[in-house]
């Protein structure tokens, strides 16, 4: 039995099958329902039966229903007769009164269903029958018109003993089939009715299907994957039509059915499903259909953060319809989930959106948004619907935006909140709703895009000088994050201040103070305004806005070395723990030496940056925190930092911010004596540009450190020279800012101009005991050593080192005794000098300062005895193991235990462990007798120790 398609996974079908013709040849009456969903194979068994019939030689009426047709009276019955009648073959006996050449006796349109008429037509039925059997096929007979379907009924009923066989097809049940439902209970209560109900494939058979339909399989060459096989049958659900359909857009398309072709295999069939199945819902002439496709379509709209229920509210369907609706769909293969709520696959709501209108769509999605925004759901899912639309310069879709952006922004979801405000630019043209959108796009955009945000400045600005009362427009502009990288933005923000003096009715003395620190950072005159509004009640304000006055404030004071107490207060009153730490308050703190203070600081600075997601925000915490742990001889941990922050810089287009990491990591790098690298470093960057003269200060500053450490003290000193001579052009005075002062009197006696070095040394010296800070004061004492000799310079050196002893600046501590151990040489005290030397060697070391550590290495080496009087020559090699030889080599380049133990991969107890047997086995205590011992071993007869040069370049 075949019908000319293979019929797979139908043993059970085409057994019934062949039983029906077998009862039909022995003069008995036959009844197949063959029930099922779309596409699951009924036709195709339909057929099959009829291409049997030849074997019982039986006579073949043959009809379809179609949804277009069941206004039509007797259309079925119509097909059905109809080719006899043109054939001219009229019944052999009876029924020619219904029956005649034109079937238009009792079949008229207006004509009633009587029981003479069905009984007439039954009549001529039964009178085919007298030479052979009959057949009777109807397919898709769910879309029989009412009195086609009750002659079916009737005639169904009375086929004992007639050789009839009557072969239907049908929906599944509860589909919108109406008055076929009662055919189907009327025929499948007859004893002579067999019900089929066509299963879907199984994998292997929709595999073979496939193989069929592209000419594969082993026979003929490739095939399927396995797992592409898999697939298909999932995405089908086994639905012989779909997987035929799949199989055949594979052909067209030339995608092989391979493993490594899945995405694409997928993305095929999930287009096949959605085009066929909505082909069949649209044409199927049902109300439950077409509310499928309506609901369907919301779906793709509204998924997959939302299911059936808002698809139905947007589609305009209630509960009933919808729940009837969504099970046409499951039906289908379209969606999945009890109830029905989701797409069976992604792909299928792509392409079903793919096939909407774009007006369509458009309209849906903003449907969508508004209802949503009723319903109180999250803004964000409003706008990603209106985001999806086309503009409409609707007034609810910029307030949904704006609202939804700040909703964004408050989760620190700068990309999102930034969408929105673009998208609400480009919906209105009322100036007053674009400033305002401007503005709070600014507020967005100085965390993420630097250059963006300054154009909005630029375009708020131009504004608000045509309309004073929009002055507002400009305070979310007004943060550190933005004046710090630009000139221009300090000079909109000194004539906002300016605006807001002169007219406190359109914001107050919060929104002056708010422009005021902003010019105050620039040294703007300005800036002033704040404290002459405010007076002595400053103290008294707890704002966010007083607070970040303060904060800057103290910067300003402390950039001019005016008065550290004054500075410290104003530093301290504004870090009082209410509200984000200002990002301003942390250096003053560095600067006045309080480095403890300034670190608790720091880590909050970089934690709540961290927490808010701003990248021009974490930019500069992260240089804040370098700077600190560059202060505190944390120098691994400050080159971290910088890093990390030229990082963000980068992302969000800081310059200045970038700049300064540079800067902040090349400084390191230097002390590292990697010098190709700090090269590099500050290659990347442009010392000049239009952000705050502290950053070209800094840069400068580091630059030229560089080129002394490289041997160009005569560019080096050039260098110095501009440095000091911008940032005293912008008021910054305070050697404890930039040392670009104390570095120049290296410079200048690496020149050979050692008077000239002795003024600049006086008056840095004048400037840190102005300004009050021990460090800063010692780190003056220490490089103003270097322009004088003998006794002089050993005294300045001891007040040095006593001053750094318990500040915590480990760094600047172990340069001022690496020059004190050096003068104490010169001056011929070895014993001293090694101690002092083996102290600066310890710390320089502690801190990763290679460089320094290298250095007070050679001249401790040149100061220790030349024999250890408990060990002999040669004995090292006895006393050491292998082990123990490594852990020491690394010892005495200056790395700490934790170093040693990443570098031989090793646990750091093990290193601890190892460290305390050679201190056991050589009777010593510290790495500097370590370092003694070591080097008196190293030769058999080592010859005496060479005088180690101890040139200006010596103290860097």
Not at 547 to 576: I, K, N, Y
Request: with cysteine; aromatic share 4%.
């Amino acid at each position: 039995m075949s019908s000319g398609q293979p019929l797979l996974h139908r043993d059970v079908e085409t057994a019934a099958m062949r039983e029906a013709l077998s009862r039909v040849r022995a003069g008995g009456p036959s009844v197949l329902l063959i029930q099922g969903s779309r596409g699951m194979g009924k036709t195709t068994l339909l057929n099959a039966a009829l291409a049997a019939r030849g074997e019982v030689g039986a006579l073949l009426l043959m009809a379809r229903g179609h949804p277009t047709e069941r206004d039509h009276p007797f259309g079925v019955v119509r097909q059905l007769f109809e080719p006899l009648m043109t054939a001219g073959r009229a019944p052999p006996s009876g029924g020619s009164a219904v029956v005649g050449p034109d079937l238009g006796g009792g079949l008229d349109r207006g004509h009633p269903v009587t029981p003479d008429l069905l009984h007439g037509l039954y009549r001529a039925t039964r009178s085919f029958t007298g030479d052979r059997p009959l057949i009777i096929a109807v397919d898709d007979v769910h879309h029989t018109d009412p009195q086609s379907s009750q002659w079916c009924s009737y005639i169904a009923r009375r086929l004992d003993g007639l050789p009839i066989a009557m072969v239907l097809t049908t929906a599944g049940a509860g589909a919108d089939s109406g008055g076929p439902d009662d055919l189907v209970r009327d025929l499948a209560a007859l004893p002579y009715t067999r019900l089929l109900r066509p299963a879907p494939l199984c994998a292997q058979c929709a595999a073979r299907l496939m193989e069929s339909v592209l000419g594969g399989g082993r026979e003929t060459g490739e095939e399927i994957g396995e797992d592409v096989a898999a697939a298909c049958h999932r995405l089908t659900q086994g639905n012989p039509l779909l997987l035929r359909e799949l199989a055949g857009r594979l052909g067209r398309s030339g995608v092989r059915p391979v493993s490594g072709e899945l995405p694409r295999v997928l993305e095929i069939g999930a287009l096949a499903l959605t085009e066929t199945a909505l082909g069949w819902l649209s044409g199927s002439g049902s109300g439950v259909d077409a509310a499928g496709v309506d609901l369907l379509r919301s779906l793709a709209i509204v998924a997959p953060e939302d299911g059936m229920e808002v698809a139905s509210m947007i589609a305009g369907h209630g509960q009933d319809t919808a729940r009837a609706a969504g099970e046409t769909l499951r039906r289908a293969g379209l969606v999945t989930g009890t109830p029905p709520d989701r797409f069976a696959h992604p792909r299928i709501q792509q392409a079903v959106l793919a096939g909407m209108d774009p007006g369509e769509r458009d309209r849906l999605h903003r449907r969508t948004a508004a209802l949503l925004y009723r319903l109180g759901a999250p803004l964000r899912r409003s706008a990603r619907h209106l985001m999806s639309a086309g503009p409409t310069g609707d007034p609810l879709t910029v307030t949904v935006l704006r609202e939804a952006a700040g909703e964004a922004a408050a989760r620190h979801s700068w990309q999102d909140a930034t969408g929105y405000l673009h998208r609400a630019l480009a919906e209105s043209d009322d100036q007053d709703t674009v400033l305002e959108v401007t503005a709070e796009l600014g507020a967005v955009e100085k965390h993420r895009d630097l250059p963006a945000c300054l154009r909005h400045l630029r375009t708020a600005y131009g504004r608000v000088r045509t309309a004073p009362h929009a002055l507002m427009s400009l305070a979310p502009f007004a943060d550190i994050l933005v004046t710090a990288n630009s000139a221009e933005a300090a000079e909109v923000f000194a004539g906002a201040a300016e605006s807001a003096a002169a007219a406190p009715q359109f914001g107050g003395a919060d929104l002056l103070l708010v422009f005021a620190a902003q010019a105050l950072l620039w040294g703007r005159s300005a800036g002033r305004l704040g404290l002459r509004r405010l007076g002595r009640s400053l103290g008294a304000l707890v704002s966010p806005a007083a607070r970040e006055f303060l904060s800057v404030l103290a910067l300003a004071t402390g950039a001019r070395g005016r008065s550290l107490p004054r500075t410290l207060a104003q530093t301290r009153r504004c870090l009082d723990g209410q509200g984000p730490v200002p990002a301003a308050a942390v250096l003053p703190l560095v600067w006045g030496d309080r480095l403890d203070e300034a670190s608790y600081w720091a880590e909050r600075l970089v934690s709540e940056t961290q927490e808010a997601g701003s990248g021009t925000g974490l930019a500069l915490a992260l240089l804040t925190r370098a700077e600190v742990r560059y202060q505190l001889g944390s120098l691994e941990a400050g080159l971290a930092d910088a890093e990390a922050a030229v990082a963000s810089a980068r992302e969000c287009q800081a310059e200045g911010f970038h700049v300064a990491a540079a800067a902040c990591a090349a400084r390191v790098l230097v002390e590292f004596g990697d010098l190709e690298a700090a090269e590099s470093a500050l290659k990347s960057v442009a010392p000049y540009g239009d952000w705050h003269p502290l950053i070209s200060g800094q840069a400068l500053d580091v630059l030229g450190r560089l080129r002394l450490a490289q041997g160009r003290p005569r560019d080096g000193l050039l260098t110095l020279l501009e440095c000091g001579r911008r940032l005293t052009a912008a008021g910054i005075t305070n050697p404890a800012c930039v040392p670009w002062g104390t570095n120049s009197i290296l410079a200048y006696v690496l020149s050979g101009e050692r008077s000239a070095a002795r003024i600049v040394a006086e008056r840095e010296l004048e400037l840190a005991r102005a300004w009050g800070a021990p460090t800063v004061v010692a780190r003056a004492l220490s490089a103003g050593s270097l322009a004088h000799e003998g006794r002089v310079r050993l005294d300045m050196l001891h007040e040095a080192v006593a001053l750094l002893g318990s500040r915590g600046a480990r760094l600047e501590h172990a340069r001022a005794l690496l020059r004190l151990g050096i003068a104490q040489r010169q001056a011929g005290d070895d014993g001293k000098a090694h101690e002092t030397l083996a102290l600066a060697l310890r710390l320089a070391a502690d801190c990763g300062a290679a460089r320094l550590a290298a250095l007070a290495d050679k001249h401790r080496a040149a100061t220790a005895p030349a024999r250890v009087a408990t060990l002999t020559p040669g004995q090292d090699d006895h006393v050491l193991t292998v082990g123990e030889r490594r852990v020491t080599d690394l010892v005495l380049r200056g790395m700490s235990n934790l170093e040693v133990a990443t570098t031989l991969s090793i646990s750091k107890r093990t290193v601890d462990t190892h460290l305390a047997r050679i201190y056991r086995k050589l009777g010593i205590h510290t790495r500097a007798e370590l370092a003694v011992i070591l080097t008196g071993l190293s030769d058999d007869d080592p010859p005496a120790a060479e005088p180690v040069p101890t040139g200006p370049h010596e103290y860097l």
